[in-house]
């Protein structure tokens, strides 16, 4: 529980930088970085708590599989 807490930390900080950094609206050198960095760490993190919930299981499912091609 306390990456989630972590986590979201980074996550609001993130919000709070890229909210107070916009640039001019009509500069065309800028680009929507914030938004991909926050694309980026969200699916990270969902990536990573899919892993925690389902690693095991398909640690097993992996395991069964091995033993069942091996001779």
Do not use: C, K
């Amino acid at each position: 529980m306390r990456i989630m807490a972590y986590l979201h930390r980074i996550i609001l900080f993130l919000l709070a930088t890229t909210t107070e950094r916009r640039g001019a609206p009509d500069d065309p050198e800028r680009g929507d970085v914030p938004g991909w960095v926050m694309i980026t760490l969200m699916s990270a993190v969902l990536v990573a708590a899919l892993l925690a919930i389902a690693g095991p299981a398909l640690e097993g499912l992996f395991n069964q599989a091995i033993d069942q091609v091996s001779p």
